[in-house]
């Protein structure tokens, strides 16, 4: 079974310029989150869709930070204008249906550096 | 607000030495409990998982972890550690009802085994 993938896998940029993230889940499952994982630190969610619709996205720092689902699949997050301390590991995770009881498979993230 | 803590960041041991890392959680409700393995280069794979019933739970790779609801604290066991158990070890919670199954990590506990 293929896993959660993302890219690209490395980025490094200027701060102010912008970037853009890209995952597709595991088929068929209909939850997608984006975790920001800074170095030293836990991941931390940034938004949760349930198919195309967002559930939660109280810590997406939206001047900054915005992600879509359109289609229910793959998603895209991205950051314009990128600040320093935007520089961190960004993970896509994938889980069945929403609801606690889930496992969540996550991908091997993307790695981001602001200089 | 959910918040995950865990005592440890950096531990190092021989090979066959036991091994326990420390988690307690705060949440007011009900939770389920996870460890998250990352090795290095890796994506965050799940050790092991407690939904309910027995507190002592068994995982991949001879790891176990214990519940103990009175101590909000849920360590992660293994009674003789391998140089290829090197890893970062993440706890994480999530509210068992409501909030979409969204994880809340700890802010990890690297593990160095010399040969």
């Known amino acids: 079974e293929a896993g959660v993938a993302q890219s690209p896998r490395y980025k490094i940029i200027e701060k102010r310029q912008s970037v853009a993230f890209w995952c597709n889940p595991i088929s068929g499952h209909a939850t997608l989150y984006w975790y920001q994982q800074i170095l030293g630190q836990g991941p931390k969610l940034l938004i949760q869709?349930?198919?195309?619709?967002?559930?939660?996205d109280s810590q997406l720092p939206k001047d900054r930070f915005s992600a879509e689902r359109l289609k229910g699949v793959d998603s895209t997050l991205k950051i314009q204008p990128a600040k320093l301390e935007d520089s961190a590991v960004y993970l896509c995770a994938s889980t069945p249906i929403r609801g606690a009881g889930n496992t969540i498979y996550f991908g091997e993230g993307s790695w981001l550096t602001v200089v | 607000a959910q918040s995950v803590s865990q005592h440890n960041h950096h531990v190092i041991l021989s090979e066959a030495a036991s091994l326990e890392l420390g988690c307690n959680y705060s949440?007011?409700?009900?939770?389920?409990l996870f460890w998250y393995v990352q090795y290095p280069g890796q994506h965050l794979q799940l050790l092991l998982k407690y939904f309910s019933g027995d507190p002592l739970v068994k995982g991949i790779k001879g790891f176990e972890a214990e519940f103990i609801k009175s101590k909000f604290s849920f360590n992660l066991r293994k009674p003789s550690v391998q140089w290829s158990d090197t890893a970062e070890y993440f706890c994480?919670?999530?509210?068992?009802?409501?909030?979409?199954?969204?994880?809340?990590f700890g802010q990890g506990t690297e593990l160095s085994v010399k040969p």
């Open positions: 949440y007011g409700g009900t939770v389920n």
């Open positions: 869709f349930q198919n195309n619709g967002v559930v939660d």
């Open positions: 994480a919670v999530n509210a068992k009802y409501n909030q979409g199954g969204k994880l809340i």
